[in-house]
């Protein structure tokens, strides 16, 4: 990792932020998981930034902060110690929507109570960057080391360059995520569809009626059972399959299974 103690090393930071930049922007293409992109952002940034030694995203949820990835087993205590005391670097970013940096003695005088809370974790510095990705989804970026002095100018323009892509990416992952949850409820209600549709064909097959009288009748049994069409359908199907119908009774026997399929909802696993 590079330093930014020197101007080349600024130009090295710089470099190395570009490139992880570059990363996540072809990571774009294949986003499909929230929680694998908070991680590769969080992941990313300790290797960005040179004086970073860990990082964590929080987010609000109800109104609540809550920490949903770090880099370092001691990172959740210093970001407790920020949400009891309603004080500290990630919270202020959060509230004033802007990039806070707290080095050396900063931190004590600015969040005591935190300070005085996070004091045994070690960290010393904080650099904290809001994520504002949609009305629904905010939250912050941070950054701890345990020197005194951590993080320059340069660290904090660093990180408002990988910032503006950690969002982009966040927001599409969070478009891919409802997509795929879209579709999982549209696959479903397909399905659902499908075995309903079945059901009223053997109905309607088995006890000739019309399609009309066919859906009523199941109807019928869902309301007077208190079972669901689907599931009533569905167990309809795993009892036709499992009781080959023969000529003689047909209509009877499938008249049997049909006002009894509630009794063994669940037996199956249906």
């Excluded at 952002?41 to 609540?64: F, H, M, P, Y």
């Excluded at 500290?88 to 935190?114: H, K, M, Y």
């Excluded at 010393?124 to 970026?141: C, E, M, Q, V």
Aim: with cysteine.
């Amino acid at each position: 990792m590079l330093t930014s103690s020197s101007d080349n090393g600024a130009d090295d930071l710089l470099g190395s932020v570009a490139d992880t930049v570059t990363a996540l922007a072809d990571m774009l293409s294949t986003i499909t998981d929230v929680d694998s992109t908070v991680e590769r952002i969080c992941l990313d940034a300790v290797e960005s930034i040179d004086d970073a030694e860990a990082a964590a995203v929080t987010v609000i949820r109800d109104g609540k902060p809550a920490t949903i990835c770090s880099t370092d087993e001691a990172v959740p205590a210093v970001d407790e110690a920020e949400y009891e005391t309603g004080e500290g670097p990630c919270l202020e970013a959060i509230a004033t929507q802007s990039l806070v940096v707290a080095n050396g003695p900063s931190p004590a005088d600015r969040w005591p109570a935190f300070t005085r809370r996070a004091g045994r974790s070690g960290y010393r510095s904080f650099l904290s960057a809001p994520l504002a990705i949609d009305a629904d989804y905010s939250g912050a970026l941070n950054l701890y080391s345990s020197q005194p002095d951590a993080f320059s100018t340069v660290d904090a323009a660093a990180m408002r360059i990988y910032v503006s892509v950690a969002v982009t990416a966040l927001g599409a992952a969070r478009r891919a995520a409802a997509a795929q949850a879209q579709v999982e409820r549209l696959l479903g209600a397909m399905e659902s569809r499908a075995g309903i549709e079945q059901a009223k064909g053997i109905v309607m097959v088995m006890l000739n009626v019309t399609d009309e009288k066919a859906f009523d009748l199941i109807k019928w049994r869902s309301q007077e059972t208190n079972t669901a069409v689907r599931v009533l359908c569905r167990q309809l199907l795993t009892d036709v399959a499992a009781n080959p119908l023969l000529d003689q009774g047909v209509s009877a026997e499938f008249a049997r299974l049909l006002m009894t399929a509630h009794e063994r909802v669940g037996e199956g696993g249906a």
